[in-house]
């Protein structure tokens, strides 16, 4: 089976429009029909990495063919993010979190972006940039 069969039949299997995927993964609709194509370029680690999430089915299969298509129970159980059981007290920074996760990826960078600014309108302190390997540079 080629990458791009895997990728309609996850998109199939999770009951989704090549519109709804895209909407859900951050691209265009047209950048799923192309991953679909038979002449399409692969997406990128980060796109199927959304996608693995969106469709749920595991990552490897999607990207390499290997493995399970479907996440075992014990796999999808493993894959419940810690963080909002363990290490978040606060509500608001869980709606925080809950937010930024259910945004599309295009989306995400801007709002860490404004979020860090308003930080530093409040403390007068530049904001860490961890992504970015130091401090953001002041736009």
Known sequence: MTPQQRI???R???GLSQAALGAAVGVQRSAVGHWESAQSKFPSVAHLR???????????W???GRGKMSL???????????AEALLIDDPLE?????????APTRAKAPLVEVVEQMA???????????AGGGKRSAT
């Not at 959304?50 to 490897?60: I, K």
């Open 120 to 130: 530093e309108l409040r403390t007068g302190r530049p904001a860490r940039s961890v």
């Open 8 to 10: 309609r039949l996850a």
């Open 12 to 14: 199939r299997h999770a």
């Open 94 to 102: 869980l709606r925080l979190i809950q937010a930024f996760r259910e």
């Open 62 to 64: 999607l990207a390499t």
């Open 50 to 60: 959304e996608l693995a999430l969106v469709t749920g089915v595991q990552f490897e």
């Open 72 to 82: 075992s129970l014990d796999t999808a159980m493993d894959s419940v993010a810690a």
